[in-house]
């Protein structure tokens, strides 16, 4: 059974950081592609980062130079640090593993940017 654990969000105010973790059980883990997404209330679920199998890494436009995805295979865990925080980074986000057909996602972390 495969579950992917989100954990690391929270209240932050602008211009803060935070990391947040993606643990994976039930895959082989170095096979998938790892991406974080994010969904704030009334829009749709947006790509923010993705890290490949290989290690190759892309980000949105909107997060370019703030955020880092970065993966450890032998602790089956993706990571999104997330710097100088703004409050439309406001969002909850899912990690996201895929492989061919294969996709799985987190249950998702709350991050809240607000003074």
């Known amino acids: 059974q495969v579950h992917l654990v989100d954990s690391g969000g929270g209240l932050v105010q602008p211009g803060g950081s935070l990391r947040l973790s993606c643990a994976a059980s039930g895959i082989i883990f170095r096979d998938y592609d790892m991406g974080w997404y994010r969904q704030a209330p009334g829009k749709q679920r947006e790509l923010v980062a993705i890290?490949?199998?290989?290690?190759?890494?892309n980000y949105a436009d909107s997060v370019k130079g703030r955020f880092a995805i970065s993966r450890d295979n032998a602790k089956n865990t993706v990571y999104l640090q997330v710097n100088a925080l703004k409050p439309e980074d406001t969002a909850v986000y899912y990690c996201?593993?895929?492989?061919?057909?294969?996709?799985?996602w987190g249950q998702g972390t709350q991050v809240t940017v607000s003074s």
């Open positions: 890290i490949s199998s290989g290690f190759y890494t």
């Open positions: 996201r593993a895929a492989r061919y057909d294969a996709v799985y």
